[in-house]
Nanobody
Framework: QVQLVESGGGLVQAGGSRQLSCAAS????????VGWFRQAPGKEREFVAGIGWVGNNRRYADSVKDRFTISRDNAKNTVYLQMNSLKPEDTAVYYC??????????????????WGQGTQVTVSS
């Protein structure tokens, strides 16, 4: 019973930065893993980054490692994705997803139970 709403997408020039937010309803959010996925036209939805429900367990796709940072603020029921050094290849609809409760952190989209509507990120060259 988690509802997710993404925000923060938009148009950004290559090399720029953008921060996405994933706001969740309910207090069970704190016990859920939260992942960011993205889907570009003609491509499958792919894992970008994830953060565990406890501790500081984080996971990143190789394509975004060292450029993107995922964090969460359970008091605000929000997960963030800070995106730096953006490339045109990062252009996609970015989705927030939740997996849980009390699950191990996964990077497979089918393992996530709840999804937001997505927010478009377009990186121009």
């Amino acid at each position: 019973q988690v509802q997710l709403v993404e925000s923060g997408g938009g148009l950004v020039q290559a090399g720029g930065s953008r921060q996405l937010s994933c706001a969740a309803s309910g207090r069970t959010f704190s016990n859920y893993n939260v992942g960011w996925f993205r889907q570009a036209p003609g491509k499958e939805r792919e894992f970008v980054a994830g953060i565990g429900w406890v501790g500081n367990n984080r996971r990143y796709a190789d394509s975004v490692k060292d450029r993107f940072t995922i964090s969460r603020d359970n008091a605000k029921n929000t997960v963030y994705l800070q995106m730096n050094s953006l490339k045109p290849e990062d252009t996609a609809v970015y989705y927030c997803a939740a997996d849980g409760p009390f699950k191990s952190l996964k990077s497979i989209r089918n393992e996530y139970d709840y999804w937001g509507q997505g927010t478009q990120v377009t990186v121009s060259s």
